[in-house]
């Protein structure tokens, strides 16, 4: 820091700029960098300025698409030394996707090796591959050496480049954009060129046309990758209004008929920019996890095409309902966004809707059509001026030869002579001179192409093409002058190109037909999964553990089976594959079951807790298949329980559905299907209490009420049962008794029982 000074005559140093005018100046100066010179494309060629500075670079280079290939590593190395100053690698990238037919409609470049494929493989190094323009390319830079756009010195001010190119035709909506910029993106997707050109052919005819008027030639995106969308209608119409919006798109499939009954879908287009690859991992991660039960298993057995093949778990299971879960688990269906924010005229973004885009490119191609006719009109005027002097020499012959063999100078010579048209053939000539030769003086052009001419041309039949061509020309430049003159006849060669272009890359160039289909949304109702699950019988098996399978055919129930070390038997009962299965925790906890998912009984089976998320500090207290007509009894060791529905319980996910609120040191000990009119509880203390049910609430969730009251411990086990059939438990020696006098354990809910009749068991349990 500089020190500070008392004298007069020393300015004070200027004040520093203030940081957030400083922070602000240049962050706008690097957002709008960012905006013009890389994010948005120009909507009158829909190229961002690397796309235009590597097709500008080939055609410098002659790649046309009748010509030879071109290592890529030249390609990208003369547009980043004389035109894009950045990595090269990012240029490369940049030219590899234009090559790439399943990411762009209409490619640009035509890749010879390894351009990348659909499962998202990056392509070769620019060294080991080959590249020209394709005919789209071309058309795109069709008139450009006819002073058709403006140019600008490049980087480094060496050379010039063009700021947009001529574009024959919408490249902006053919081949679509994407991007990212400061505060702003833009994605438009890829349509058919041949929709376009209809559309601005009806623009030209109809200038104030309707936006909804031109979705009757433009159908939609058509995208490269085909696929099937199935957005309505008025919503279309309503994106392309508005410039925003989305469309949602399906893969295409089939069903194929395998014989016996038996199916398998095919999908043999995807949504646009999906990686095969990273879809059939999905889906392969769904099979796993189980999210869709009846999908068996996925194949790719894609070559130079797609072909996806999907095996349900079930010749039962419904096609379109396997689809529909699949499109809402995986990128079989995806809604792909369009934001049509483009530079406008090359210097403003601007969020455009249809009609505006197509009205850009119509006018960028009047302004090319004008500039293009004015360049050739000075053509057509410098070959004229020539063609005057050419024909005064040949009227003039002998005098032109004598001032060229003779004279010191005849260049001067020739300028100073006056040639006057007093020849007898050239009476019929003087209409036809324009001002360029003025008191019968040649220009200097005149003189220097008479220097030059050959001697061969001095013949009759030179003479005569002279004249020809000379004629041609004034007819040519008449017809360019009127349609300078005339907005109709500009219009209406405007038309013709168009025509031109729609007939060059319609339906009969390679791949020119479109490809993305339309259909309906149709509304698949919903099929409960068991009734696409083959009804089968099976024995499930869960161990104190938590391991669980699911044994085929229903076995002995008290046949001996095999558990891990340390392990044993707990739950055992007969089921079907079509069951749910309720798993009551220790935690208060619900938790649902298929039984068409346990794995096989040929091993020990899967722990529980990786199919619903059981804390491992809880326990399971009950496992039973799910009867939508029961109600349950569930009680906490605190004594407090309640009823509810079994409809109620049902977990939609791995999470469960709490039911049963418990805290402090108490959990949830018993769940029991209602059997009876009457509840019988047993506390730790060994009495007992039996009182009717209906003083029991049915809730949804809670604490519930008290059963038993105690002073000291808990609750053991509660069961329900019919008064009139009496109350039955097993006695030490695993033999049934019961009881039918209860009338000295009777009482209300919440009192404290009587002791527990004589053999009833030590383990305070009735069952």
């Not at 050739?376 to 012959?397: C, P, Q, S, T, W």
Request: aromatic content about 6%.
């Amino acid at each position: 820091m500089s020190e500070q000074t008392d004298d007069p005559n020393i300015e004070p140093p200027e004040l520093a700029e203030p940081l957030r005018r400083a922070i602000g100046e240049r962050y706008l100066t690097y957002a709008l960098s960012t905006i013009m010179n890389r994010a948005l494309p120009d909507a009158r060629d829909g190229l961002k300025p690397v796309h235009r500075r590597i097709l500008y670079a080939m055609h410098r280079l002659r790649l046309s698409s009748n010509g030879g290939f071109l290592k890529s590593a030249k390609i990208s190395g003369d547009t980043m030394g004389d035109f894009h100053p950045h990595g090269d690698s990012a240029i490369y990238d940049a030219m590899a996707r234009l090559a790439q037919d399943f990411n762009v409609r209409y490619p640009l470049v035509d890749g010879q090796g390894n351009f990348g494929n659909i499962d998202g493989d990056n392509p070769a190094a620019s060294r080991y591959t080959e590249a020209r323009m394709t005919a789209a390319a071309e058309a795109l830079l069709e008139g450009l050496a006819e002073d058709a756009v403006d140019f600008r010195p490049n980087y480094d001010g060496r050379l010039e480049e063009p700021e947009v190119l001529p574009a024959s035709f919408p490249n902006l909506l053919a081949n679509g954009a994407s991007g990212i910029a400061v505060g702003m993106a833009t994605n438009i997707p890829p349509h058919n060129i041949e929709e376009l050109c209809d559309a601005c052919l009806h623009m030209i005819k109809t200038p104030d046309v309707r936006d909804d008027t031109l979705l009757n030639y433009v159908k939609g995106p058509d995208f490269p990758t085909g696929g099937v969308i199935v957005e309505p209608p008025e919503s279309m119409a309503q994106t392309y209004r508005t410039g925003r919006g989305a469309f949602r798109v399906r893969a295409l499939h089939e069903v194929e008929d395998l014989g016996r009954g038996q199916w398998q879908i095919v999908v043999t287009e995807i949504p646009f920019q999906v990686q095969k690859s990273k879809l059939v991992e999905r889906i392969a991660e769904l099979i796993q996890n189980k999210k869709i039960p009846i999908l068996a298993d996925v194949r790719d057995e894609s070559a130079d095409d797609i072909r996806l093949v999907l095996e349900p778990r079930s010749k039962n299971v419904d096609p379109d309902v396997l689809m529909n879960m699949l499109y809402r688990n995986c990128d079989l269906e995806l809604r792909f966004s369009l934001n049509m924010n483009v530079l406008i005229d090359g210097r403003t973004p601007k969020v455009c809707s249809l009609k505006e885009v197509l009205r850009a490119f119509l006018d960028h191609r009047r302004e090319v059509l004008l500039r293009r006719s004015r360049f050739r009109l000075g053509k057509i005027d410098a070959r004229l001026e020539v063609l005057e002097g050419f024909i005064v020499a040949f009227l003039n012959l002998d005098r032109v030869i004598d001032i060229i063999r003779y004279d010191d100078d005849p260049k001067a010579a020739l300028m100073r002579e006056d040639w006057s048209l007093d020849h007898p053939k050239a009476t019929s000539e003087r209409d036809y001179m324009t001002p360029a030769v003025g008191e019968g003086e040649l220009t200097e052009a005149q003189t220097e192409a008479i220097l030059n001419m050959r001697l061969r041309s001095l013949r009759r039949l030179e003479e005569m093409e002279l004249r020809r061509e000379r004629d041609e020309l004034l007819i040519e430049r008449a017809g360019i002058e009127d349609l300078l003159e005339d907005e109709g006849l500009q219009w209406n060669r405007i038309a013709e190109q168009i025509r031109e272009t729609r007939k060059q890359f319609g339906k009969d160039y390679e791949g020119g037909a479109r490809r993305t289909r339309f259909a309906e949304a149709a509304e698949v109702e919903e099929v409960p999964l068991e009734a696409m699950i083959d009804r089968e019988p099976v024995t499930v098996v869960c161990s104190k553990m938590g391991w669980i399978r699911a044994m085929k055919g229903h076995i002995a129930l008290d046949q001996e089976l095999k558990y891990k070390d340390g392990d044993a038997g707990r739950h055992i009962f007969h089921a079907e594959t079509t069951d749910k299965l309720l798993l009551f925790g220790s935690n208060g906890r619900f938790y649902t079951l298929s039984v068409a998912n346990l794995p096989g009984g040929r091993g020990m089976g899967e722990p529980v807790r990786l199919m619903v998320d059981l804390p491992n500090e809880a326990e399971i207290i009950a496992l039973f298949i799910h009867d939508v007509a029961g109600k349950l009894l569930v009680a906490s060791s605190a004594g407090d329980g309640f009823l509810v529905s079994e409809a109620e319980v049902v977990a939609q996910t791995r999470s469960g559905k709490q039911v049963l609120n418990v805290r402090d040191d108490a959990k949830a000990l018993v769940c029991r299907r209602v059997n009876g009119d009457y509840v019988a509880c047993v506390g730790e203390n060994r009495k007992v209490l039996v009182f009717p049910i209906d003083e029991l609430p049915e809730m949804g969730r809670g604490k519930g009420v008290r059963l038993q009251r105690y002073k000291d411990g808990g609750l053991s086990d509660a069961t329900t049962f019919n008064l009139v059939d009496g109350l039955n438990w097993l006695d030490p020696a695993g033999r049934t008794r019961t009881e039918t006098d209860l009338a000295e354990w009777q009482g209300k809910r919440a009192s404290a029982g009587r002791m527990a009749p004589r053999g009833f068991p030590r383990d305070n349990k009735f069952s």
